[in-house]
């Protein structure tokens, strides 16, 4: 799966554009496997100009109860909009809003009870990659956020190193592989029963370097940031994906 995460950008204007420029490189029916994550002001415009076509319409984040909680979406209110996934546990959540992993884990029972598919987000700082201490960080963040919990079998892990998030610096590919394939080992032995993860990368993606992620057989997509607020760049990450993976 290839999710646009937007963060706090686009607006009513320039959202009609990309839209617009979009739809001249794919048609409708050509969207199978593609989200997009806007804000959750541009939620509802974004799901009405992409209704004909079977792209995903999702959230960076939602709450795990409703009523008087000032600010929040529940997950119950996404639901209601017709939210089929959500972000939760974005490294960007967890350092500039706080959030701890028992958080995170309460918004991922909310997102299933509600239909929601989670897209859990975990990935070691540069301090935790230099102690060599990354296996055991993401294992840790994993166990905390999933265990116990009966998992859809749609349930997806974006591994995004902070490291490597609007920098420029990713990992190899390889090592990606291997970390993905790490991931899935975890997350199949800790949840209740037994669920494969899909695992997509994201950190620096750009229609540059996608062609050597989606060649290895553990990187199952991409969560992309600054390269998605491009129609063009995301839509040349989309065509690498489907070459390569012949989707
Ligand atoms: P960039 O693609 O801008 O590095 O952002 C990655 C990210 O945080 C997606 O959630």
Known sequence: MIIANWKANGGFTSNIAWHKELTQIFSNDEFLDI???????????IQKIFEDSNLEV?????????????????????????????????????????EDDALIKTKIKAALSNGIKPILCIGESEECLKARKTRDFLKNQLISALSGIELIDKVVIAYEPIWAIGTGNTPTPKDINSIHEFIKDVVQSSSANNIEPKVIYGGSVSHEN??????????????????????????DIVKIYRKVKRK
Do not use: Y
Not at 37 to 43: N, T
Not at 58 to 82: K, P
């Open 35 to 45: 989200g997009i994550a806007p804000s959750h002001i541009h939620f509802t415009q």
């Open 58 to 98: 999702g959230l960076q984040d939602i709450d795990f109860s409703g009523g008087a909680r000032t600010g929040s979406i529940s997950a119950s209110m996404a639901s209601d909009a017709g939210c089929t996934f959500s972000l939760l546990g974005h490294s960007e959540r967890r350092h500039l809003f706080n």
């Open 210 to 235: 996608a062609e050597g992620f989606f060649g290895e057989i553990n990187i199952d997509g991409a969560l992309i940031g600054g390269a998605s607020l491009k129609a063009n760049s995301f839509a």
